[in-house]
C-alpha cells in the first residue's frame, strides 16, 4: 500500500518520500489509519518492521506546533532504542517544525530538564529516567493526547511494570494509546484491557514473524570448543558484518577480548557499560571500524544496524522468544541472512522449543576444520591482492619487481606476497573463555511453564538483568543431514549504516 493512501497530510508526505520510504509495511498499513482514526491500537511487531514510522507518523500528524507543551509520549525500554526513536520521529517531523526530546538514565539530567522546560511536543525515554522526571516535577503529562509503549514485552521481562503504570497514571485519560510489542503474552493483554479503550489488534503473520528470509543452522559442539569454530567460521565465511550472542557480561568482555586477540575487529557492548562508551561502540559500526558485535540480549535491544549479515548465537537463549528478536537482526531491507547457534549436547531440548516457537527446523551445520579455516584466510588474502591490483599505482615498483624476477621464481614470489597478506592462524593465538554453567536441566511439567522474568526496574533501561528463566518441557530430535559450511559462503556488500526500516518481511 502506497502512504498516499493512508490519509496523511502533505508534508508527512513530504518526509516520507525524502527519507525514502516506499510502500508501506504490513504494521504500517494497519496501524496509520486506525490511529488517524483516534482509536486505540495493540501491534504485534517485531524491531525493523517499520513500527517507529507506523506510532510516529499519525502521532505526529496531530499535533499541534501551535502549543508549547508535551502532546506524545513514548515509552522504550533501552537507551539506544529511545534514541533511535528520538531520531526518527525528528525526521518524520522536521518538515512540520515538530520538536522531540529524548530522556535516559546514564545522561546529564540537568540537561534533561532544561531542554523539557522548553515543551517540546514528543517526548520519547526509558521507564526509570521518565519516573525521574515526573518526581521532580520536571516532566508534566497532563497535556499529553498519544501515549506509545514501544517493544512493551520487553519492559515487562525487564520489570517495569509498576514504571508503566505510574507513567500511565499521569496521563489523560481521553488520551489515544498505541502498544507494539513482538509477542503476545498474557501481561500485555492485560494491559490493554486496563489501559486501552476497545484496542484493535494488528498483528503480522508469523512466517513475517521468522525471518523467513534468514538461513537457520546449527552447530553441535562442547563449550570448550565453541570459540575456536567461531573463529574458523569466520574465516571460512569472511562475513561483512556479523552480531555474537553470548548470555553474560563476563563472556561478553571474554569473547571480544579473545577475538581481538585473534586479529579480528570486534567490540563488547552489554548494560555495565557507560553510555559514551556505548555510543561509542555504535559510531564504530557505522564508519565500518568493527567487523563483530559482542553483546548480550539486553544490551542489543533496539539497535537497528543495516548490513548484519551473520547472526551467532554463542550461547543458546534458554528463552525460545528472545531468539526470534536475536535472528531478526540480519535478513533485513529484503536481504538474505544466516543465523548459526551453539548447542551443547545437553541443550538440544532448548533448540527443539526454538524450533516450534519459529514453525522452522534448523539445519546441522559441520563444524570448519582447521584447513578449512585456513583455504578461507588464503582466500581473503588474494581478494585483497586482487583489489590492490585493481587500484594499480605500481609503477614505481615495476623496477625492483623485474630485478627480483631476475632471482627468484614468478611462483615464489607470489606465495610470499600471499604469506605475507594472509592473516595467521587464528587457532594458534590462545584464547580462554571462561566455562558458563550449562542451562538447567529441563523437566517435565504437562507442557506448562513455570517461574517467571523479574528484572531491575532503574537504570534507564540498559542495565537490567534477566532472572528466574522459564522451565519447558522438551522432546523432539533432528536426522537432517549436516550441511557444510562452505556450501552456505556468500559475499555481501551491503553498506553498513543506521536507517530507517521499511521492510518487515
Wanted: charge should be positive.
Amino acid at each position: 500500500m502506497k502512504f498516499e493512501d493512508l490519509g496523511l497530510a502533505p508534508e508527512l508526505l513530504s518526509a516520507v518520500e525524502r527519507i525514502g520510504f516506499e510502500e508501506a509495511t504490513p504494521i504500517q498499513a494497519g496501524t496509520i489509519p486506525l490511529a488517524l482514526e483516534g482509536k486505540d491500537v495493540i501491534g504485534q511487531a517485531q524491531t525493523g518492521t517499520g513500527k517507529t514510522a507506523a506510532f510516529g507518523l499519525p502521532m505526529i500528524q496531530k499535533i499541534d506546533i501551535n502549543k508549547r507543551e508535551i502532546q506524545g509520549l513514548v515509552v522504550a525500554p533501552t537507551r539506544e532504542l529511545a534514541i533511535q526513536t528520538q531520531e526518527e520521529l525528528f525526521r518524520l517531523g522536521k518538515e512540520k517544525r515538530v520538536r522531540v526530546q529524548v530522556v535516559y538514565g546514564g545522561a546529564d539530567i540537568g540537561r534533561q530538564i532544561r531542554s523539557l522546560k522548553d515543551n517540546p511536543h514528543i517526548v520519547v525515554g526509558t521507564p526509570g529516567r521518565l519516573i525521574d522526571h515526573i518526581q521532580r516535577k520536571t516532566l508534566r503529562l497532563n497535556k499529553i493526547s498519544t501515549l506509545v509503549l514501544d517493544e512493551a514485552d520487553e519492559m515487562l521481562n525487564m520489570g517495569f511494570l509498576e514504571d508503566i503504570e505510574r507513567i500511565i497514571s499521569e496521563t489523560p485519560k481521553d488520551r489515544q494509546t498505541l502498544l507494539f510489542s513482538a509477542t503476545m503474552p498474557k501481561s500485555i493483554k492485560d494491559i490493554g484491557v486496563k489501559f486501552m479503550k476497545n484496542p484493535e489488534h494488528i498483528t503480522i503473520k508469523a512466517k513475517e514473524m521468522t525471518a523467513s528470509l534468514i538461513d537457520q543452522y546449527y552447530v553441535r559442539c562442547k563449550d570448550f570448543e565453541k570459540f575456536d569454530v567461531m573463529t574458523r567460521f569466520f574465516d571460512v565465511q569472511t562475513p561483512e558484518l556479523t552480531i555474537v550472542f553470548a548470555r553474560t557480561k563476563r563472556r561478553v568482555d571474554e569473547l571480544s577480548r579473545g577475538l581481538e586477540a585473534r586479529g579480528y575487529k570486534a567490540e563488547g557492548i552489554h548494560g555495565d557499560l557507560t553510555q559514551q562508551k556505548r555510543m561509542s561502540v555504535l559510531r564504530a559500526f557505522k564508519s565500518n571500524k568493527i567487523d563483530v558485535l559482542v553483546a548480550t540480549d539486553v544490551a542489543a535491544r533496539g539497535l537497528d544496524i543495516s548490513g548484519v549479515t551473520h547472526v551467532i548465537n554463542y550461547d543458546i537463549p534458554q528463552d525460545p522468544e528472545s531468539y526470534v528478536h536475536r535472528v531478526g537482526r540480519t535478513g533485513r531491507a529484503g536481504a538474505d541472512g544466516m543465523s548459526v547457534t551453539f548447542v551443547t549436547p545437553n541443550e538440544m531440548g532448548y533448540l527443539h522449543v526454538i524450533e516450534e516457537l519459529t514453525k522452522k527446523k534448523m539445519s546441522p551445520l559441520r563444524p570448519p576444520t582447521q584447513r578449512e579455516a585456513f583455504q578461507g584466510q588464503i582466500g581473503t588474502a588474494v581478494e585483497k591482492i586482487q583489489e590492490d591490483l585493481e587500484k594499480n599505482g605500481l609503477e614505481i615498483y615495476q623496477a625492483t619487481a623485474s630485478e627480483l624476477l631476475t632471482q627468484y621464481s614468478a611462483e615464489d614470489l607470489v606465495a610470499l606476497l600471499i604469506k605475507a597478506v594472509t592473516k595467521e592462524d587464528a587457532s594458534e593465538v590462545p584464547v580462554k573463555i571462561t566455562p558458563e554453567r550449562p542451562l538447567p536441566a529441563t523437566r517435565r511439567n504437562n507442557g506448562k511453564q513455570k517461574g517467571k522474568k523479574t528484572g531491575d526496574r532503574r537504570g534507564g533501561g540498559g542495565g537490567s538483568r534477566r532472572n528466574d528463566r522459564r522451565d519447558r518441557d522438551f522432546q523432539g530430535s533432528n536426522k537432517n543431514k549436516r550441511k557444510d559450511w562452505n556450501s552456505k559462503k556468500r559475499s555481501n556488500k551491503s553498506k553498513r549504516d543506521f536507517v530507517i526500516r521499511t521492510n518487515h518481511k
